[in-house]
């Protein structure tokens, strides 16, 4: 079992940054490839980023490329999401999620955390 808990959440501007933690605990971290993905009121949940388990290997979404940046730390067991040049269409609740396999699918990924708000004003 792994446990996933979310941070950094918030209300930013437009144009704004933030920077998002996930921190897990329980099973060898560096085990699972890691994904944020994200949800949206009335909209299903999205894939946003993926990271590998040595992070030698990442994967975005096409509206966050260029904008957003997946990164790791094994020994602090948390991976990070930093969001840059936010747009207010990035408001949604961001989950960070671990699996075997690393990829764009939710299936791949078996444990999730509980979410985190970010609002990005216009």
């Known amino acids: 079992q792994v446990q996933l808990v979310e941070s950094g959440g918030g209300l930013v501007q437009a144009g704004g940054s933030l920077r998002l933690s996930c921190t897990a605990s329980g099973r060898t971290f560096s085990n699972y490839a890691m994904g944020w993905f994200r949800q949206a009121p009335g909209k299903e949940r999205e894939f946003v980023a993926a990271i590998s388990w040595d992070g030698s290997s990442t994967y975005y979404a096409d509206s966050v490329k260029g904008r957003f940046t997946i990164s790791r730390d094994n020994a602090k067991n948390t991976v990070y999401l930093q969001m840059n040049s936010l747009k207010p269409e990035d408001t949604a609740v961001y989950y960070c999620?671990?699996?075997?396999?690393?990829?764009?699918?939710?299936?791949?990924?078996?444990?999730w955390g509980q979410g985190t708000q970010v609002t990005v004003s216009s």
């Open positions: 999620a671990a699996g075997p396999t690393y990829g764009s699918s939710r299936p791949l990924y078996k444990y």
